[in-house]
């Protein structure tokens, strides 16, 4: 089973830059996407950033060319790297690992971590 925990959340200002991590552990091989998601206060949570087994990655249109996704060679850390941060950045952002046994699929949540920032 895909474990998830999440680290680097806090407060930044305005312009500013912060990088988030997520450990991952358990049966590596079965993952076949990773992403970050965040979720504003009254909004729905919205997919942010992703990167697929093969290192495709995929953007939200509002983050594209500010924040980057990325892994560490042995896929044991994904990272969200933010910079010129806005005020509407603002949320709790989650770890997500799709994890795939056979033919079926589960989805893996980190425990989410508040990102802040102010004007």
């Known amino acids: 089973q895909v474990q998830l925990v999440e680290s680097g959340g806090g407060l930044v200002q305005a312009g500013g830059s912060l990088a988030l991590s997520c450990a991952v552990s358990?049966?590596?091989?079965?993952?076949?996407?990773m992403a970050w998601y965040r979720q504003p206060p009254g909004k729905p949570r919205d997919l942010v950033a992703s990167?697929?087994?093969?290192?495709?990655?995929n953007y939200a249109d509002s983050v594209k060319g500010r924040f980057t996704i990325s892994r560490d060679t042995a896929k044991t850390t994904v990272y969200l790297r933010m910079s010129s941060l806005k005020p509407e950045d603002t949320a709790v952002y989650y770890c997500?690992?799709?994890?795939?046994?056979?033919?079926?699929?589960?989805?893996?949540w980190g425990q989410g971590t508040q990102v802040t920032v102010s004007s």
């Open positions: 990167i697929t087994s093969g290192g495709s990655t």
């Open positions: 358990g049966s590596i091989t079965s993952i076949t996407r």
């Open positions: 997500h690992a799709k994890e795939r046994e056979r033919l079926y699929e589960y989805n893996i």
